[in-house]
Structures are given as structure tokens and as C-alpha cells.
Nanobody, 112 residues
Framework: QVQLVESGGGLVQPGGSLKLSCATSGFTFSEYAMRWYRQPPGKEREFVAAIGADPPSTYYADSVKGRFTIARDNVKNMVYLKMNSLRPEDTAIYYC?????YGQGTQVTVSS
């Protein structure tokens, strides 16, 4: 079955960086586009970034464009989200996604 397991979240100061990872299994990873979503406290889940299968084109929400980078490793079946210049409004639970499948999420808190 499809499994998505996020890691790498934590507490970081404004302006800091984090790299999230998503380990996947249960499907042919290289054939699927992958996405990151986030859910800020008290708000709806929102799209953050996507990466295609082939070619691995990338797409970003306007709110993270230029600060976040999505990448994939088709050998390790991993997808990553490198987050730079973090802001308090980036505080959220971050979820890895493939179609209707989501992981359990990883908490990112940006606070001084």
C-alpha cells in the first residue's frame, strides 16, 4: 500500500532554514508527481509545491516562491522540501502528497 512518511520538521527562528524529507513506498515512485501541502493552525490545508514525474517540472505557491525548493530522488524514492528564509506565517503541519494519499505530517514552527 502507498506509504508516505515525512520527517525533518522542528522549531526554527525567523530567517532560518529547514529541509523536510518524505520517504515513500508501495508504488513506482518515478512514475508519479509529488506535492507538499501545509496546514497552518486554525486554517485549511494549502498547496505548497509540486514536482512532476518526467520531466520533473516544479511549481510553487506564490507565498513560498523563491524561498522553498522541492526536489526528488528517484533512486531513494524520496521527495524533499528545502525551506529558506522562514517566516512565522510558514508555521504549519507539512504533508507529503501523492494524489489522494497524504503522510502523517511533520510540524514546522517558526518563532523567536
Amino acid at each position: 500500500q502507498v506509504q508516505l512518511v515525512e520527517s525533518g520538521g522542528g522549531l526554527v527562528q525567523p530567517g532560518g532554514s529547514l529541509k523536510l524529507s518524505c520517504a515513500t513506498s508501495g508504488f513506482t515512485f518515478s512514475e508519479y508527481a509529488m506535492r507538499w501541502y501545509r496546514q497552518p493552525p486554525g486554517k485549511e490545508r494549502e498547496f505548497v509545491a509540486a514536482i512532476g514525474a518526467d520531466p520533473p517540472s516544479t511549481y510553487y505557491a506564490d507565498s513560498v516562491k523563491g524561498r522553498f525548493t522541492i526536489a526528488r530522488d528517484n533512486v531513494k524514492n524520496m521527495v524533499y522540501l528545502k525551506m529558506n528564509s522562514l517566516r512565522p506565517e510558514d508555521t504549519a503541519i507539512y504533508y507529503c502528497n501523492r494524489n489522494v494519499f497524504y503522510g502523517q505530517g511533520t510540524q514546522v514552527t517558526v518563532s523567536s
